[in-house]
Each structure stands twice: as structure tokens, then as C-alpha cells.
């Protein structure tokens, strides 16, 4: 992982004593920062997971609980992550995931940028609005 910078969202504080090529913010614009990134590291949850497909961003995830696990199936389904065990998540770990997302030769990047054109080929939110509209009036 050598010249791999990180930006750690760290909203409670509890991170202390990172490196020099480690960022901590508590809160990060994400949607503009998604743009310049490489790979996200996250808990599975539904709006960083698409987000970051939305930017054709692969993922190492690492879910805890509710639908995270379902989340993190469809990113390893789709070929677009590495699903970590989240109590077994430590720094190694962690590192050789992102290794691999990082490595063309994995076809993790490809696989977030073929989620990319599905996304957009779908209409995004706007089309999904107009179809839950639409639903709403055939049930009425």
C-alpha cells in the first residue's frame, strides 16, 4: 500500500494517532470526494455503496448489520468489492482488500464502472421517482 493516501470519516473522534498520509475529518463531503478517489472502505450501507458505484468506485466493505450484509452480497455479486468479515477487519486485512480493489488485474474497477453504466442506463433517482409515482396512481 505504499502511496496510499486515506481520508477516515471519524464523526466521534475515536481515531487518534494517524499517519501522515491519513486524513481524519469528522464529516467529509462525500458526493464531491467520491470524484477524486480511488476505493472506498465502508460498513456496506445502501447510500456509500451506490454512491461510490455511482462514481465507479470499488468497494471494500465490511458489514455489520442489517441490510449492510445484503448490500455487501450485491457489491461482490456484481464483481465491484471484497467483503470483509467486520470482526476480523484489522489493518491487514483492511490493506490487502484495498490492494486488491486497487489492481486492474482484479477487475474490480471494471466491474464499478459496468455498475456506472447500469446505474445511468436506469434513470437514476429521477426515474425511480416517476415509477414510484407511477405506481402510486395505478394503486389509487
Do not use: K, Y
Amino acid at each position: 500500500m505504499a502511496g496510499v493516501r486515506a481520508v477516515v470519516v471519524n464523526p466521534a473522534g475515536s481515531v487518534t494517532g494517524a499517519g501522515e498520509n491519513i486524513l481524519l475529518r469528522p464529516h467529509v463531503p462525500q458526493l464531491p470526494l467520491l470524484a477524486r478517489v480511488d476505493a472506498v472502505v465502508c460498513h456496506a450501507g445502501h447510500n456509500t455503496a451506490c454512491e461510490a458505484l455511482w462514481h465507479g468506485v470499488p468497494l471494500v466493505v465490511a458489514p455489520i448489520r442489517d441490510d449492510q450484509p445484503i448490500v455487501a452480497g450485491q457489491v461482490t455479486d456484481a464483481g465491484a468489492g471484497v467483503r470483509l468479515r467486520f470482526g476480523r477487519a484489522d489493518a491487514r486485512r483492511i490493506a490487502d482488500a484495498v490492494d486488491t480493489v486497487l489492481d486492474e488485474a482484479s477487475g474490480h474497477r471494471a466491474a464499478a464502472r459496468s455498475v456506472v453504466r447500469s446505474f445511468r442506463a436506469a434513470g437514476g433517482s429521477g426515474a425511480a421517482a416517476d415509477r414510484l409515482e407511477a405506481l402510486l396512481t395505478r394503486c389509487s
